[in-house]
């Protein structure tokens, strides 16, 4: 099938308004990369993410640069994402909302539990562990 006009016009406009869902909105879908903001590089990298329709996320304190708006889209995001996150975070919120599954790399083991954080922050038997890891 040959690329047409049409095509084009419909690829473009798909773009623009994935990219205006991603709060960059008219001539600032535009920008070139060079000139963005550290948040605004933030929703650009995920936004790449998705449109690759990764099956696997590794993220490192993914809310660095973000806004509380950039922040709630991406819990949001991460609560209906189908596929695994490997995160490491900061924010508490996040974690409690979007993980399943805790694991702490200490000097002396893992502790690896399928729990909410909260839970896993007030588990008896992890506290053990940490005693004992840490120790």
Same mark, same amino acid.
């Given at each position: 099938?040959? #690329?047409?006009?049409?095509?084009?016009?419909?690829?473009?406009? /798909?773009?623009?308004? /994935?990219?205006?869902?991603? *709060?960059?909105?008219?001539?600032?879908?535009?920008?070139?990369?060079?000139?963005?903001?550290?948040?605004?590089?933030?929703?650009?990298?995920?936004?790449?993410?998705?449109?690759?329709?990764?099956? $696997?996320?590794?993220?490192?304190? +993914? %809310?660095?640069?973000?806004?509380?708006?950039?922040?709630?889209?991406? !819990? !949001?995001?991460? $609560?209906?994402?189908?596929? %695994? $996150?490997?995160?490491?975070?900061?924010?508490?919120?996040?974690?409690? %909302?979007?993980?399943?599954?805790?694991?702490?790399? %200490? +000097? !002396?083991?893992?502790?690896?539990?399928?729990?909410? #954080?909260?839970? /896993? *922050?007030?588990?008896?038997? $992890?506290?053990?562990?940490?005693?004992?890891?840490?120790?």
């Amino acid at each position: 099938r040959q #690329y047409t006009e049409s095509d084009e016009e419909r690829h473009e406009e /798909f773009m623009r308004g /994935f990219l205006g869902k991603m *709060l960059f909105s008219g001539d600032e879908a535009l920008k070139k990369s060079s000139v963005l903001s550290g948040g605004e590089k933030m929703r650009c990298m995920f936004s790449r993410m998705m449109l690759l329709r990764a099956n $696997v996320l590794l993220l490192d304190e +993914p %809310t660095g640069h973000l806004d509380l708006e950039s922040i709630t889209a991406l !819990n !949001n995001s991460l $609560v209906n994402f189908k596929g %695994t $996150v490997l995160m490491g975070s900061h924010d508490h919120e996040l974690i409690e %909302t979007t993980c399943n599954r805790i694991i702490e790399l %200490t +000097p !002396n083991g893992i502790i690896d539990r399928y729990m909410t #954080y909260d839970e /896993f *922050l007030s588990d008896d038997k $992890v506290k053990e562990l940490k005693a004992k890891y840490y120790a």
